[in-house]
């Protein structure tokens, strides 16, 4: 295969918008690799990201559009959406109809779709699951700098000297930037330094030179605290602070009680690791502070966000080379929707829907009938309007929210009863599309084709580069389809995504002169040719100007967005979550991601290689929390509050504090019995940004005492309605499962027949392993002589080799398979952490034994952590688990160990 | 002078316990060897291979004439001892020689159990005990004609298995539902059923004999069920019994076999006893394993007075049918405490059981993959605690050993 047939797009994932190259071979074989030419990765690519050609299956794929379950033609379909949308239009007003969107749309999706509501159909219902994401980054942005901006690039990640990480998991949800920073401190012998700040220990902290375990949601405290030392220190820019901000004194007022002590006490740490933090904070300069959804998904999200830039403004370190305020996205293209407009408190290219200007510049640029003057629903109060009927009709694109809004059960039953549901995904089962009254099928990551922007600004092709499964069509395409039906047709007339990109860019130059950051009209008049070719760029890119050529950093001139272009530091009293524990709910309950997963699992959920990580729901709890419940390692545990409960396995780690717990976001009905951990997630929002407090919510933990465990694997998927606790994940060529049952089993012999559908005779052959007393039951399935399937059940939690057994599923004699170990003792290799090398736990552990001291020779001895390297702070973590008391060499002067 | 120790019998557990002796102490005794068999010491056990024609005599000689003449020992082959003088420390056989000793050991073995039913003494009627009963049988399948071999324990299926091998039509009667039922449950019991039935072995589980039919010959097999068997040769393989018979015409202690100590002794201090023939805390044994314990046991006695105490060890058994492998060690009985572990795979026709006694190993039956059967002995003799492997332990050596990992 030919290099030059590689065609350079964007990883469908998170917000570093990583390059990628994509060669097809004969046959459909798609070879992924990074794109050395991208800014933002340079080659590099996370375990996901090395995924995507597993991704690209027809399995689970929606084929066809549905018309209430049955296949329907695009026309048909299309032609019943419209009709839906006009009639309720028509009998309750444009206020009874809404957009869910997502941050996976591409710009000229979001585009249009946002023209649609806010242009035509006249209501500001649109929104977008970026809400729950980084809704209080932006809300943030445009308090203190009049314009949603993220100032920074990401090469300041590599030149600041100081990195504060808050509310980020940088090492598992933004792997290559974590990478890029690792990178960085070998060649700068240990800078930048990094600061963690995380209620618990993740792989991030492995680099950290300083973790700070805080009390959930303390955040504004501790950077209340910071403002505060910063003037103690006189570290403050007087000259800056008088001539470009405002507002300075007020909010230092507010910061005056947060001594060292206060923020020690309420923030749960030692006074020692606040001030260390303090001191190198003000000493160093050359600052970044990073910051994630631990920062934003809060009830004081918007808060924690000023209160972190705040410090950068009043230091004035900020729009200057390695220093700054940096917050990172967690989709693709979150800021691309944010650039659209697709928020239902924003109009258009960074225009306000309250500033009657902006309104009268759209609406003379889109020619639009109507347009609202007052925002329009955000998601969780989106479905709140579903749920109590004011919104009838609702058109929900590429995303999946019975699992990620809070109080997801809630959203269950809204979409259950509204009298009209569209959905278009790429998948046609999950827990959304099962509300549906049409679905329609979009296409997929490798179809699709338009533009992304990353978290430093960065707009990048993502191109197709292979044919769309079945009658998937783009997203834009059906919204215009829709558009054309509702009387629209003049002004959905594109001829593709080249179109709505020019125009998208055109109006982002209508009347800014400047006044405006987001001005991208220099693309206003490419060719279609030019966007077939387009090479990644900055914005702004402003008319008349060549491509990244303005500065790279917005403010180093002092100059924000606001009306007196003054910057505001914002007064941000500190408030506590909004949950509080209770004794029928004494934990708080944290919830993220893990590495090798992304969202609701609809995509990474089809890879092998990606399900090898973890793949089951679980909660992490503090070792004394563990045993005063009863709780065991591995066992099984029920969290419930008033809203819902998931089911899922103990993890009791160090790294959780006490009273905390965590479960990942991304089990669904899809995937796991009972793991979808928003249905726990109070839907309390941040006043202003209307996010929801996602990592703070309450709940119980209880012990859960399964009469029986139980490890499987199937060639299919089988029905396991019948089964108490079941969680599946995608081996090469089937599933695994973990089952757990609450009731005596009558008989294995049966369940093991339903579970791999088995006639009678192929039951009566099954290799069988039968311990009564001891309590262990396990069956190896055939069907013609090849293995469909394999069981094994235990009373306590299983300690079968699943890495293996998921490997030999196949390929190795029955016996091997139900002993669990191939005949020859070759060694286990244990859970996997290098995905791209396929090393497990086990071999690590003995290559440490074996004398390897740090990764690298960890990595010349196994080729774990040598592939994209996400891996690496897990290996780092056996190396200090090692029993030979082994510490990784500082990575900084050991100023965290003075 | 030398002591002189005089040995009756020369089957598997006087020609062990000589081989023993003379390791230790090459010069103590004088040996003289009473054999009733008028041949030299031959592996028993390996009968069955010669019935199938897999092996010749000559193949399971343990000692041929040259190894007497080496050792020094006196072997008096076909000379069957009746009387023993314990006063006068003389034995004297049916020719009438006579043979003082020191030392005195009892070997006599056992003898096949005889079906108490009318017609048993027919001529045809064979039993499976010595070289004698091997050519008996050869040479009425010779003729090619109808067998049936009663008892479906491990001696009659080896028994049948011969026979068929040898071209006759054979048939099974076996009392019990299940085939070697007291190594066996069910499930492989059926597995080795079908084993046998492809050699072409008719098998009649819970059939009872009720009497040999024929007049001056065998001519089949009655059944309780009314049923007759043709057969032109009919060989009891339905279990052994000790031979005390000329232990206790001495006066020496016998109960079901000759009693003795953990040290052998009988109940005349001069006179020890191993083999089938001995019962030892209750208990007679007919597996190899035991027997050459006990052997073992008794030469470090005679050869310096220290003497180990007698304790079974190895109570393996092995099937020696060609083509099917059944091994089966200790106790299956079920008991208090006895838990079973199984493994079937009906399509492969294999299939495994450990029993095991609290965290002990007590018994094991491995059936179509043998394999793992020294590993499993060696559990068992060693007493090994496997409570730890008990998840495990049933796919024996190489595959019972996991290094596990805990839930994803």
Known sequence: MNKRDAIATTCAYCGVGCGVRAECGSGGAVRIEGDRDHPANFGRLCVKGAALAETLVADERLLHPQIGGVRASWSMALDLVARRFSETIAMHGPESVAFYVSGQLLTEDYYVANKLMKGFIGSANIDTNSRLCMSASVAGHKRAFGADVVPGVYEDLETADLIVLVGSNLAWCHPVLFQRIAKAREARNGLPRVVNIDPRRTATSEIADLHLAIEPGTDVALFLGLLREIGVAAAIDVGFVGAHTEGAERAQRVADDWTIQAVARRCGLSREDVSRFYDLFVRTEKAVTVYSQGVNQSSAGVDKVNAILNCHLVTNRIGRPGMGPFSVTGQPNAMGGREVGGLANQLAAHMELDNPAHRAIVQSFWSSPRLPTAPGLKAVDLFRAIGDGRVKAVWIMGTNPVDSLPDADAVRGALANCPFVVVSDVVEKNDTTAYAHVLLPAQAWGEKDGTVTNSERRVSRQRGFRGAIGEAMPDWWAVCGVARRMGFAKSFDYGGPASIFREHAALSGVGNHGARAFDISGAARISDLDYQSMRPFRWPWRCGEPANETPKRFFANGTYFTANERARIVETPFREPMSKRTIAAPFILNTGRVRDQWHTMTRTGVAPRLAQHICEPFVEIAPRDAEQLGVEDDGLVRISNARGAIVARARVTEGQRDGSIFAPIHWTDQFASAGRVDALVAPHLDPIAGQPESKASVARVEALRPDWFAFALSRVKPDLSSTDYWALARIAGGFRFELAGFAAMRDWRDYAAELFALTRADRDLMLTMEDRHGGFFRCVASVNGAVVGALYASRKPLTVSRAWLCSALGAVEPMALLAGRPAGAKAESGAQICACHSVGAHTIRDAVAGGCRDVRAVGVATAAGTGCGSCRPEIERILRQAPTQYTPRPAAPAFARQ | ?408
């Open chain 2, 1 to 408: 002078m030398r002591e002189r120790l005089v040995v009756i019998g020369n089957g598997m557990a006087a020609g062990r316990l000589v081989e023993e002796l003379l390791e230790r102490a090459p010069d103590r005794y004088d040996i003289v060897i009473f054999g009733a068999e008028p041949r030299v010491n031959y592996n028993r056990i390996m009968l069955s291979p010669v019935l199938a024609g897999e092996k010749r005599f000559e193949d399971i000689v343990v000692h041929d004439e040259d190894w007497y003449a080496r050792n020094g020992v006196t072997l008096r082959r076909g000379e069957r001892v009746v009387a023993i003088d314990r006063t006068a420390r003389e034995v004297t056989t049916d020719s009438g020689v006579r043979a003082s000793y020191d030392e005195l050991v009892i070997a006599t073995g056992s003898e096949p159990v005889v079906i108490p039913v009318p017609g048993n003494d027919l001529p045809g009627v064979v039993t499976f005990r010595d070289l004698d009963d091997v050519e008996a049988m050869l040479a009425a399948a010779a003729i090619g004609s109808r067998a049936v071999v009663i008892g479906g324990g491990l001696l009659g299926l080896e028994a049948a298995a011969g026979l068929a091998a040898n071209g006759m039509r054979t048939s099974l009667v076996h009392l019990m539902p299940t085939l070697m039922e007291r190594q066996l449950d069910e499930q492989a019991g059926i597995l080795l059923r079908q084993a046998v039935e492809s050699r072409g072995i008719v098998v009649h589980t819970g059939a009872n004999t009720r009497a040999i039919a024929g007049n001056t010959r065998v001519t089949g097999v009655e059944l309780d069920d009314g049923r007759t068997l043709e057969a032109d040769l009919v060989v009891m393989a339905a279990g052994i019994r000790p031979n005390t018979r000329l232990a206790g015409g001495a006066g020496i202690r016998v109960d079901r076999g000759v009693i003795v100590d953990d040290y052998l002794r009988t109940s005349d201090p001069h006179i020890s006893a191993i083999g089938e023939c001995v019962q030892h805390r209750g208990k007679c044994y007919g597996l190899v394993g035991p027997i050459y314990d006990m052997a073992a046991s008794l030469a470090t006695r005679l050869a310096d007075g220290s003497g180990v105490p007698f304790r079974a060890g190895d109570q393996s058994t092995k099937l020696k049918v060609t083509g099917i492998d059944l091994y089966s060690a200790g106790e299956f009985a079920p008991a208090e405490g006895r838990q079973d572990i199984v493994v079937n795979d009906p399509a492969r026709r294999t299939y495994r059981r450990v029993v095991l006694d609290g965290s002990r190993l007590a018994g094991v039956v491995l059936y179509g993959d043998t394999r793992d059967s020294g590993w499993y002995l060696d559990l068992l003799k060693r007493g090994t605690d496997v409570a730890a492997l008990r998840e495990t332990l049933i796919f024996g050596r190489s595959l019972g050993d996991a290094r596990a990992e805990p839930a994803a």
